[in-house]
């Protein structure tokens, strides 16, 4: 039997299969009837690529065609699925399938249902006004025959295992406090989804604040070898803390690199120890409770007993297989269930733990880039003796009004969430600033992506009355040709050569009383702040925005603030604002001092440096859709 020119083969043991011998090395192309649950019968095709339907017309040839209501039926209807955008099929047995067929004289469509053996295919519909946001799709398709389903259950199995990069195993974090309290329910919503993609997961509710830190801190390479990733579902401060608990045990790196006048406690080479930050904050634990750029939002971390690890290798290794980081198979996973979410908002598009419950089991993977933060001196009079303490930051590292706000806000737990808002009024009221110098690495504009960028590299002058016109911006998407762009050196080790090779000249200071000293390592887009703090800041470029506001009226610091709120605003625009885009910086605080806060977490620092590594690790999502 031909059709257009290419051979249809029937399957002799299942006659209701047509197998077309198109395929070209891609694989035969398999065509069936089959009754679709609430549309009615369509001829399905299965190819290299993924499933397409086409609904069988029913064509009343008195009329030339059916209508109901005035509305003319039958046309053709077509969908298709990609197999990317499937996550798993299910042969469900026998069981009832609703029909559509024409009732009537007048042509109505009304449904009735037929018992027949049925297999389902679970895939992602996208919005269509909100393309970022996923929801699951589940398509039912009925058959008479048995074999028939089995047969299209297996050659659709058969693809999806072809897809790469999808997880088979889990290591899930669920933050019980997490935002409004709601980290179990929100896992409970999305658990089914990994159940049915076939996805294994241990799930650890965590008990305390710092659980999960010490539980990863604390697997071996062998164990962490046995999952494809680690899910964190709470907010952004609650990720840090799982963050941290694997860098701090694994990642090998050299100190941030520093002007020749910021004299750290210790060497910047050889072998070295590195203490693991563990704050200990009064009051009960909540922790994990994320930061909005904005209002921050307070994590609180348990007191842990001091760990050590080497920077080069000369400590104590881990028994096991190698752990390496980077690491392009494992990747983590953020289920938002906190109270400003703001890395899964950059890097799914949308504040939906089913749109990232869906990304992970399909698979998708984005880099990330991640700060390294060192404290050299927590206050002015600690001694050079003290080790300096390491952390890690994923979107954003805050000093001044980011950390009074935290601080603040512990004063009226009472309150319970509202106090972030109180205590963000009271903080911008008291309009207090802190004195200190910041040195950064200039970079040269060839070095930079674009031109919008170029632009960047040194600190913004504008004028004060009347905002000037909105710089070009290139925000981060998905296939981001700037975070597609490989990078000049191999991370981590080398990524920062051209620091470790840096001169003198390069490194530029400004010096004076600033309201709030900040690094974005992202956009930082949240709910407070739509566009992020820095709207054109990339996932995974290399750079950190590092932001300094400085001393300057109330009207204007509230205009500054004003615009970060609005869609489309320019909060950068402002002769009191420094805008640098940078690699690295240090900071000396002098006279009276603010706390730091980051990713959620506060941190005290009199002398800290800080240093970006280009996609250090990997997430499961693919960037927001625009």
């Not at 294994?200 to 999952?227: P, W």
């Not at 922790?287 to 001091?306: A, C, G, I, K, M």
């Not at 309150?415 to 207090?432: C, E, S």
């Not at 054109?536 to 709120?565: M, R, S």
Request: proline fraction near 5%.
């Amino acid at each position: 039997m031909e059709r257009n020119g290419d051979c249809l083969v029937e399957d002799k043991s299942h006659p209701d299969i047509q197998v077309d011998g198109q395929g070209q090395g891609q694989g035969p192309v398999l065509t069936s009837n089959f009754v679709l649950d609430h549309a009615g019968e369509v001829v399905l095709t299965l190819n290299s690529n993924g499933l397409s339907w086409n609904l069988i017309e029913f064509i009343d040839k008195e009329h030339g065609g059916s209508s109901c209501l005035g509305i003319k039926l039958g046309s053709k209807s077509e969908a298709a699925i990609k197999f990317s955008d499937v996550y798993a099929v299910d042969f469900i047995g026998w069981g009832l399938v609703q029909e559509t067929t024409l009732a009537n004289a007048r042509g109505c469509l009304l449904g009735h249902g037929s018992e027949m053996y049925r297999f389902t295919v679970h895939g992602v519909q996208r919005s269509m006004t909100q393309p970022s946001l996923w929801a699951p799709s589940v398509y039912t398709f009925g058959h008479k025959d048995m074999n028939t389903c089995q047969v299209w259950v297996d050659r659709i199995t058969a693809s999806l295992n072809m897809e790469t990069g999808r997880p088979k195993s889990l290591l899930v974090f669920v933050h019980p406090k997490s935002g409004k309290g709601n980290g179990c329910r929100t896992w409970e919503a999305v658990a089914p989804i990994f159940s049915r993609a076939k996805v294994k997961t241990k799930v650890i509710v965590t008990q305390r604040a710092g659980h999960a830190f010490d539980l990863m801190f604390s697997l071996t390479n062998r164990e962490l070898n046995t999952y494809d990733g680690v899910v964190a579902v709470g907010g952004d401060g609650f990720f840090n803390e799982i963050l941290n608990g694997l860098l701090s045990s694994r990642f090998k790196a050299p100190y941030p690199p520093a002007p020749a006048d910021f004299v750290p406690s210790v060497e910047n080479d050889g072998c070295v120890m590195v203490r693991v930050a563990n704050e200990t904050v009064a009051g009960p634990s909540d922790s994990s409770e994320d930061n909005s750029p904005l209002l921050p939002r307070f994590h609180l971390n348990e007191s842990r007993s001091t760990k050590f690890r080497s920077t080069d290798g000369c400590g104590d290794a881990d028994q096991g297989p190698e752990f390496s980081i980077p690491n392009k198979w494992f990747r983590f996973g953020i289920i938002p269930a906190g109270s400003t979410d703001a890395i899964v908002i950059c890097t799914t598009g949308t504040r939906d733990p089913m749109t990232s419950a869906l990304h992970i089991v399909l698979g998708k993977r984005v880099c990330l880039d991640i700060a390294q933060v060192v404290r050299w001196k927590t206050t002015s009079t600690s001694t050079p003796e003290d080790e300096p303490c390491v952390r890690y930051a994923a979107s954003f590292a805050g000093y001044g009004f980011y950390g009074d706000v935290i601080t603040e806000s512990e004063k009226y737990r009472w309150m319970g969430p509202k106090r972030y808002d109180y205590a963000g009024t009271l903080v911008f009221l008291r309009h207090w600033s802190y004195e200190a110098e910041i040195a950064y690495l200039e970079v040269n504009s060839e070095k930079t992506s674009s031109a919008s960028e170029k632009g960047l590299q040194s600190g913004r002058k504008r004028a004060l009355w009347g905002l000037p016109k909105k710089s070009e911006r290139k925000a981060c998407r998905i296939n981001c040709d700037v975070c597609d762009r490989e990078p000049t050196s191999t991370p981590p080790s080398c990524h920062l050569s051209l620091l470790q090779n840096s001169d003198e000249s390069r490194w530029m200071r400004s010096k004076g009383r600033f309201l709030s000293v900040g690094a974005a390592v992202i956009s930082c887009r949240n709910e407070r702040a739509p566009d992020g703090l820095v709207a054109d800041a990339h996932l995974a470029d290399g750079f950190l925005h590092l932001l300094l506001i400085k001393e300057c009226p109330h009207a204007l610091y509230l205009w500054h603030l004003t615009q970060l709120a609005r869609k489309g605003g320019n909060p950068l625009n402002f002769d009191f604002v420094e805008h640098h885009k940078t690699p690295a910086f240090t900071f000396t605080s002098i006279g009276k001092e603010s706390v730091w806060n980051l990713d959620g977490e506060l941190f005290q620092a009199h002398q800290l440096s800080a240093q970006v590594f280009r996609g250090l690790i990997s997430l499961f999502a693919s960037g927001p859709e625009v």
